[in-house]
C-alpha cells in the first residue's frame, strides 16, 4: 500500500510541477513579446519551475525503477531530459546553474537507466552507447559550464543570474 500511496502521491506532484512550469512558460513568453530580455525575476520563476517538474518526473522514474518497471521509468526521464534541453526556454534557462545541474542529473540518471536495461544483442549495445553519449554530454555541460557544449547557442561566459534566487 505504501508504495502505491507514493505513488499517487507523485502524480498528484507531477500535475502541480506541471501546471507551475506551464504557467511559468506563458509568462516568459509574454514577457519576451514586450521585452528583449524577460525580467530576472520571470527568469527565476520559469527556471524553479522547470527544475521543479524535472525533479518530480526523476522520483517517478526513481519509483518505477524500485518496482523494476524500467521501460516506464525510461520514459519518465526521456521526458525529463527533454524538459531540460530542448525548446526556446531550456536554452535560455541553460545558463541557470540550478538547471545545468538537474541537466547532468537527468543525462546520468537516464544513462544509468540504459546500463541497467542492457541484457544482450544489438539493442544492449545501442543502449551501451546512448549511455556513453549521455555521460559524455553531462561530462562536457560540466566543464563548459552551459547545456550547450560545443558549438551551440550559448556562450561559457554567460552569467548565472540565478545564483541568489528563491
Known sequence: AAPQRADELCQVALHIAEKEHRRAADTYARAQKTRAVAPPRVMNAASYATVDLAQTLAVLATIRQEQGAW????????????LLAEGDLAAVLGTFAPVRAELTGALRGLAACLQS??????????????????????EDIESSGSTRAKGGA?????????????
Open 71 to 82: 521501460a516506464e521509468a525510461e520514459k519518465y526521464l526521456r521526458r525529463r531530459l527533454a
Open 117 to 138: 536495461r542492457c541484457e544482450s544483442g544489438e539493442e544492449a549495445t545501442q543502449r551501451k552507447e546512448e549511455a556513453e553519449q549521455l555521460l559524455k554530454r553531462a
Open 154 to 166: 550559448m556562450d561559457d561566459g554567460e552569467t548565472d543570474t540565478n545564483s541568489n534566487a528563491k
